[in-house]
């Protein structure tokens, strides 16, 4: 079985994706962007919002680390800090890989 | 339809100044989260433990795909956020693709939860091409003999194996939802290794529930004592051991637990089921309380009947309730337990669940846990003019 995401640490090249039957959905009856799965719904905030909608699976870290950097005007390792934050914690509760 | 628990909280934030609490409920009427969609009673399976109600409803009366998908837009625009396309077995409905497709284009995660039984794998391969999110799928034992006979259908276990193996191949996620009660409960070792070999993300151990054909065998499904105490134990062992491999789900079941289940978080709050003919109940088990009135998606729009039938009103809250509920600290968290077990143990349905050790009739549910039978099942069946 493929296992990823929990074996090696998130590291620059990684390139996060949401799990298979882990979906970002915009809910206008909540006002924003909710995180689905199975038996468990998350609320996603602006900022959360727009990392997940970069785990494509496709750009790594640093690519999206860099884009959210430019995007927000702020400091890229305060960005690295807060995104690894968010995305390890994911990949702990298994809905995100790399 | 075994188990299907709608989630009972609001969405946690994942992230910014929520931290790790759950976000706060806006004031008024709570939003529901989780819709069960019971698209049909009608199952090949007679499983004994079935939670649906005796009188089952027949193809005749149930809603067409139209009104599933007008039913799945007023959901998502309420605040509900997953759908479970249930029954009795939703295979059973021919046009179950459509409605799948509907659920998904409203914006809902959509779960399928199925006995398996009535899916090809080219139909399992247009559902997930249709928007399937997720697949929940029951066994009910290890061992295909017994499965089998449990499920009261012959050669039920070897095609529900043959179509996890397409579901994981698919890559659609999986969770094993195995029933469990006095005939298995002791191979709770064997199902979880079995759903970790099926490539199943999760599996639930799901104690039988005393409702509708459950509450009929009761006698001849209740574990002993000794049983759940050591189902408990194994539990715990297999979660450490398959700790990276598959999550177990597991609650202590119903009669023998402290304190009652907080039925759905709370009764109007998080959820509600839609019945094959339409009727919106609070929850699936629902109709067995009398006097309540239930309102019909055919005559009015899902927000109204949230917001305004007598039978969402009737226990929302916690105005309705009676002592030791009504001062107990714990009223917020457990709602005075389900009021369907309230009606069918006191003949009460405001009454304390009496599965709280704090309920008057507490010493009941330990006898009736304690009365074991071992009569044939009493198998789940349409009546023969409901065009089963």
């Not at chain 2, 995660?109 to 247009?126: C, D, H, P, Q």
């Not at chain 2, 249709?130 to 295909?144: K, P, Y």
């Not at chain 2, 499920?151 to 890559?171: N, W």
């Not at chain 2, 009652?260 to 929850?283: D, E, I, M």
Request: aromatic letters at 6%; glycine letters at 8%; one cysteine or more.
């Amino acid at each position: 079985m493929l296992e990823t995401g929990d074996r090696h640490s998130l590291g620059p090249e990684a390139r996060p994706r949401l799990r298979r039957g882990v979906r970002l959905q915009h809910s206008p009856a909540h006002g924003g962007y909710v995180l689905l799965a199975p038996e468990r719904v998350f609320k996603a905030d602006a900022i959360a919002a727009a990392i997940l909608a970069r785990c494509t699976g496709e750009a790594t870290l640093s690519a999206i680390v860099d884009d959210l950097a430019t995007l927000y005007g702020a400091p890229r390792e305060r960005v690295l800090g807060d995104v690894s934050a968010l995305l390890a914690g994911l990949a702990e509760k298994k809905l995100l890989e790399w | 339809m075994v188990n299907a628990e709608p989630f009972r909280s609001p969405p946690a934030p994942l992230a910014g100044e929520g931290g790790r609490g759950r976000a706060a409920e806006p004031p008024g009427l709570p939003r529901p989260l989780g819709l069960l969609a019971e698209l049909t009673h009608r199952c090949p399976l007679g499983c004994p433990y079935c939670s649906n109600p005796l009188a089952l409803e027949g193809r005749d009366a149930e809603l067409d795909s139209a009104t599933w998908a007008r039913v799945f837009r007023e959901a998502a625009a309420l605040g509900v956020l997953q759908v479970h396309l249930s029954g009795g077995e939703p295979a059973a409905r021919h046009d179950l693709i459509e409605i799948a497709r509907a659920a998904r284009e409203a914006g809902l995660y959509v779960n399928l939860v199925t006995s398996g039984i009535g899916l090809t794998g080219e139909r399992i391969r247009a559902l997930a091409e249709a928007g399937v999110d997720h697949v929940q799928l029951s066994i009910q034992d290890s061992e295909a003999d017994s499965a089998d006979r449990i499920a009261g259908y012959r050669g039920a276990f070897r095609r529900k194996t043959a179509l996890a193996a397409e579901i994981v191949r698919l890559g659609l996620p999986l969770t094993v939802n195995a029933v469990v009660h006095r005939a298995n409960i002791d191979r709770i070792a064997a199902m979880v290794e079995l759903a970790a070999a099926l490539g199943a993300g999760r599996v639930e151990i799901a104690h039988v529930q005393y409702y509708g054909w459950a509450l009929r065998n009761r006698a001849a499904l209740m574990p002993t004592r000794e049983q759940v105490e050591r189902a408990a134990a194994t539990v715990a062992a297999l979660r450490a051991r398959y700790r990276r491999q598959i999550v177990i789900d597991s609650v202590v079941p119903d009669y023998h637990a402290r304190f009652p289940k907080p039925c759905l978080g709370g009764w109007g709050r998080r959820s509600l089921n839609v019945t094959p003919a339409g009727r919106v109940l609070p929850c699936h088990a629902a109709e067995v309380i009398p006097g309540l009135e239930f309102w019909s998606v055919r005559d009015h729009p899902l927000a109204e009947i949230w917001e305004h039938s007598p039978a969402f009103r009737a226990f929302r809250g916690t105005a309705w309730m009676q002592e030791p509920c009504a001062r107990c600290p714990r009223r917020e968290q457990d709602f005075g337990g389900c009021r369907c077990q309230a009606f069918l143990l006191t003949g009460d349905a405001a009454a304390t669940d009496p599965v709280c050790h704090l309920s008057p009739r507490h010493h009941e549910i330990a006898a009736l846990a304690a009365a074991q039978a071992d009569r044939p099942y009493r198998y789940r069946r349409m009546p023969a003019s409901a065009g089963a």
